[in-house]
């Protein structure tokens, strides 16, 4: 009997021991890991909150990968404006964003704009960009919860790239890696934070119907609500050139 509860054991410690061993690199590489779609065809309901204020705007978005980790992302406004913003993002290089105002005119966002409020929503430029998990060094700080989900908290330190933020806190969900939370750090403050809900497989890839993002200091938070979506369907690669913009 002792000889089968010895043996019981050494199962779960070795069953156990991969799972504890687990650095915060590695918890990033699973979640970067998890299936991703080639092309995304989506329209979202944009309700942005400032005090008793609430604004109402919708869009579509639509996104493909390319070889040599590109992606090239378009967001098109249904309303109230017909704003559109084309990012072109590329692994070890600054991604590329050209925003076309109401009055058609195209202008390209600089890197010292990527901290300012997309369409005044909480949501800023940099928000809108592929993150790169080498611009990052991370380290398990705990377990915790987040959105009433068992997860994994990890720090991601900025080392290298023009970023907006200086530190990253993720809560990586146990069950499969994803991330459900983020907390964002800005010249060394709590400064806002991302939260996504209601998280459905849709066609194998873990999609968030509804996402907030909320500031810190009171100063209101923006949803999106997921209102449809479509994963690897065509997409001509003209939708990505910036003279579709116009």
């Not at 195209?106 to 901290?115: L, M, N, P, T, Y």
């Not at 928000?127 to 959105?147: F, M």
């Not at 994803?178 to 890839?205: A, C, M, P, S, T």
Request: hydrophobic share 35%; with cysteine; charged share 30%.
């Amino acid at each position: 009997m002792k000889f089968k509860i010895l043996l019981l054991c050494i199962m779960v410690i070795l069953i156990a021991a991969p799972v504890y061993a687990l650095t915060g690199r590695d918890l990033m590489e699973k979640s970067d890991a998890l299936p991703e779609p080639q092309t995304a065809m989506s329209r979202l309901l944009m309700l942005v909150y400032k005090g008793e204020r609430l604004e109402e705007k919708e869009f579509t978005l639509q996104m493909k990968q390319y070889p040599n980790n590109e992606d090239k992302t378009l967001i098109a406004f249904i309303r109230p404006t017909q704003i559109k913003l084309l990012t072109h993002a590329r692994k070890g290089a600054e991604d590329d964003q050209w925003l076309r105002l109401s009055s058609g005119r195209i202008k390209r966002i600089a890197a010292s704009d990527k901290g300012q409020p997309f369409v005044n929503s909480h949501f800023y430029y940099q928000d809108l960009s592929s993150n790169d998990i080498d611009d990052y060094k991370y380290e398990l700080l705990s377990e915790d919860e987040a959105v009433g989900e068992a997860c994994y908290k990890v720090q991601g330190v900025k080392i290298t790239g023009e970023k907006v933020y200086d530190k990253l806190v993720l809560y990586v969900r146990k069950s499969d890696y994803f991330v459900v939370r983020i907390d964002f750090y800005k010249d060394g403050e709590f400064h806002k934070y991302l939260e996504n809900y209601q998280i459905k497989e849709i066609d194998g890839i873990l999609t968030p119907h509804k996402v907030k993002m909320e500031r810190t200091d009171g100063k209101g938070r923006t949803e999106l609500v997921l209102r449809g979506v479509k994963y690897n369907t065509d997409i001509a690669d003209m939708t990505f050139n910036r003279e579709a913009l116009r």
